[in-house]
């Protein structure tokens, strides 16, 4: 098989999703049989078009600025998943773009109060159905009943399909100094995604019944850095909000009107969020980041709270705990020790390599941790 018979199947399994069965069927191949002499076509000249189709097809979703990886679910939109009906695809013009994202509803009526509702957004190159797949988020709705809402950044080109390398959807994190901004970046043309995500909500709670006091939101890497941003600037709408592998690049310099509750989960061997900060590359970029541990620590300062905060677990995971303060602020942190990049969640599957994201060690579950931490909290 040559390169671009490779390169064409990969191609038609991003954009179809198909299962990994059918990936192999498609390449007349068992099983990815060949798929480590593809890989180290990344090692030769640079062919960006090509490398981006080989991630797709290796991965079909895997772990890397945001994405997590198992086999895609090639299932209709429509079809019942775990104790859920997907609603499809939510469409809508907001500041003169065209905005998707993929919404779930559990089945029977809404509870008196409302469904609670977790908004996910998806890493640098990725997009909501992988994130609503790869990371457990549909089994843990499914389990608790809770309405899911999978957003999309903007394509660097947004009249082609987006694609992982060579079309990704960013965010509009904050600033200029996240690996995320390269090219026509949603940074770059200054998208208005805060205020995208606020529409989208309110677009949610028009199509089903929702608990205003139980809205949280959770991101992976530019994802985590979009997750602080809109939560600094609309702290009213968030109960409370998740990060993972992601740096706090917005200017805050102010308390929040309403406190935002939030737990990071970062990898001490993340090589794109470092511990102690300093400068990294990823392809042709580099920028020079804050060390993991001062996005938890200056949230808190905006909440009220003061201070290193305390550890109260250290084993394989080191948890921080700063709170409660007097206006009901409380941030955790969590680092995985030996952990890097990519979410985690038991049954992520296949990732990018570990010279890429740095290594996995499932000491915790994200997805899990998370929600715990979300049902504890609600506005007042």
């Known amino acids: 098989m040559s390169w671009d018979d490779f390169a064409t199947a990969a191609e038609a399994a991003a954009s179809n999703c198909m299962t990994r069965s059918r990936i192999a069927a498609v390449l007349n191949e068992s099983r990815f049989a060949r ?8 090692s030769r000249p640079y062919r960006p078009h090509r490398a981006a189709t080989v991630v797709a097809v290796v991965l079909c979703g895997a772990a890397t600025i945001g ?3 198992r086999p895609c679910d090639a299932r209709p939109a429509a079809e019942r998943v775990g104790g859920h009906s997907t609603d499809g695809p939510l469409r ?3 500041a003169g773009r065209a905005r998707t994202a993929t919404l779930v509803l559990p089945d029977g009526p809404a509870p008196r109060e409302g469904w609670s509702v977790v908004l996910l957004l998806h890493g640098g190159g990725g997009n909501a159905e992988q994130m609503l797949r790869t990371t457990g988020w549909r089994d843990v709705a499914a389990r608790e009943r809770f309405v899911l809402v999978g957003a999309n950044g903007t394509a660097q080109d947004e009249t082609r399909r987006a694609r992982f390398l060579g079309n990704p959807q960013t965010w509009n994190s904050g600033t200029g100094s996240g690996l ?4 026509e970046s949603a940074f770059a043309k200054q998208v208005d995604d805060s205020g995208f995500l ?3 909500l309110d677009t949610v709670a028009r199509r089903t019944q929702v608990n205003a006091k139980r809205v949280y939101i959770a991101g992976h890497s530019n994802g985590a850095g979009m997750t602080y941003r809109v939560a600094a600037e609309h702290p009213e709408r968030f109960a409370a909000a998740g990060v993972m592998g992601g740096h706090l690049l917005t200017d805050v310099r102010n308390s929040l009107v309403q406190p935002v509750p939030l737990v990071q989960i970062v990898g001490d061997q993340d090589p794109l969020v470092p511990m102690s900060g300093g400068p990294v590359r ?7 980041l804050r060390p993991a541990l001062e996005a938890p620590t200056r949230w808190a300062a905006i909440n009220g709270l003061t201070g290193p905060g305390r550890i109260v677990r250290d084993d394989s995971v080191t948890v921080r705990a700063w709170g409660t303060s007097p206006r009901g602020a409380v941030v955790e942190s969590y680092v995985v020790k030996g952990h890097g990049h990519g979410w985690l969640w038991p049954r992520s599957g296949d990732r990018l390599p570990a010279r890429l994201i740095g290594p996995t ?11 715990a931490f979300f049902a504890a909290h609600h506005t007042p």
């Not at 798929?35 to 990344?42: A, F, K, P």
């Not at 995320?180 to 090219?183: A, H, I, L, T």
């Open 35 to 42: 798929v480590s002499h593809y890989m180290r076509q990344l």
């Open 361 to 371: 060690r499932n000491a915790l579950n994200a997805t899990e941790t998370m929600w």
């Open 67 to 69: 994405w997590a990886g």
């Open 92 to 94: 809508m013009q907001y």
């Open 282 to 288: 990823l392809g042709g970029s580099s920028v020079t």
């Open 180 to 183: 995320s901004v390269v090219g």
């Open 198 to 200: 606020v529409a989208l």
